[in-house]
């Protein structure tokens, strides 16, 4: 394997390995720490930057290990119809045919690969923020809702306060009322017995 086809290796190990972290179940601190890092860090925005023009040479690589394999292939194909060949042609060609797909497939993974993290890098990003918008909503309803249940306690007592006085008033009437009624009869009573006195003294 060449060197630049090496290098293509290791940077398709690289980015599985990234991708490996970036899925893993972290915690919410850890993961939200970790992301900050990476999208905010100047280092490594110039890796990024560095990675974005490897993987320009990638693709030129892509291309070029597309365009062999096809060729090996068509040869291949024309040395098959051709007639009877010798084995070591074979061998030749099938090895040729091995390496071109083998170099087709490495780079078409790490193109891959490389767009399945930057799409799985920005979900993860969005995800982040929402879940920091919704903690940050949750605390305001939850502050809201408190400040209308004190609001709510507070109605309730007042409420409560004036049904008391209002019943404290009524047991005061009908205390007033029975004392009333009762004089009332108390003096009735004595009236009755006054005029009863008096007409008998008449009728004597």
Same mark, same amino acid.
């Given at each position: 394997?060449?060197?630049?086809?090496?290098?293509?290796?290791?940077?398709?190990?690289?980015?599985?390995?990234?991708? @490996?972290?970036?899925?893993?179940?972290?915690?919410?601190?850890?993961?939200?720490?970790?992301?900050?890092?990476?999208?905010?860090?100047?280092? +490594?925005?110039?890796?990024?930057? %560095?990675?974005?023009?490897?993987?320009?040479? +990638?693709?030129?690589?892509? =291309?070029?290990?597309?365009?062999?394999?096809?060729? +090996?292939?068509?040869?291949?194909?024309?040395?098959?119809?051709?007639?009877?060949? +010798? !084995?070591?042609?074979?061998?030749?060609?099938?090895?040729?045919?091995?390496?071109?797909?083998?170099?087709? &497939?490495?780079?078409?993974? @790490? =193109?891959?690969?490389?767009?399945?993290?930057?799409?799985?890098?920005?979900?993860?990003?969005? =995800?982040? !923020?929402?879940? *920091? *918008? &919704?903690?940050? =909503?949750?605390?305001?309803?939850?502050?809201?809702?408190? %400040?209308?249940?004190?609001?709510?306690?507070?109605?309730?007592?007042?409420?409560?306060?004036?049904? *008391?006085?209002?019943?404290?008033?009524?047991?005061?009437?009908?205390?007033?009322?029975?004392?009333?009624?009762?004089?009332?009869?108390?003096?009735?009573?004595?009236?009755?017995?006054?005029?009863?006195?008096?007409?008998?003294?008449?009728?004597?």
């Amino acid at each position: 394997m060449t060197i630049y086809y090496s290098l293509t290796f290791l940077l398709l190990a690289a980015e599985m390995i990234t991708f @490996c972290l970036l899925v893993s179940p972290l915690p919410f601190t850890v993961r939200k720490k970790l992301f900050r890092f990476l999208s905010e860090s100047p280092a +490594v925005a110039k890796v990024a930057y %560095g990675l974005k023009i490897s993987f320009i040479f +990638v693709g030129i690589l892509f =291309l070029d290990a597309l365009q062999r394999m096809f060729r +090996v292939t068509a040869e291949s194909d024309m040395a098959k119809t051709s007639g009877p060949s +010798v !084995h070591d042609a074979r061998t030749d060609f099938a090895a040729r045919k091995f390496y071109a797909q083998r170099n087709t &497939y490495l780079t078409g993974f @790490c =193109l891959f690969l490389s767009l399945v993290l930057t799409r799985t890098f920005s979900i993860i990003l969005d =995800l982040l !923020h929402t879940q *920091e *918008e &919704y903690a940050k =909503l949750k605390k305001v309803v939850g502050a809201g809702a408190k %400040g209308d249940q004190t609001k709510q306690i507070e109605e309730l007592k007042k409420k409560l306060a004036a049904s *008391e006085a209002k019943d404290r008033d009524f047991e005061t009437l009908k205390k007033q009322a029975a004392q009333q009624a009762a004089e009332f009869d108390r003096l009735a009573s004595k009236y009755n017995e006054a005029t009863g006195a008096v007409s008998n003294k008449k009728s004597d």
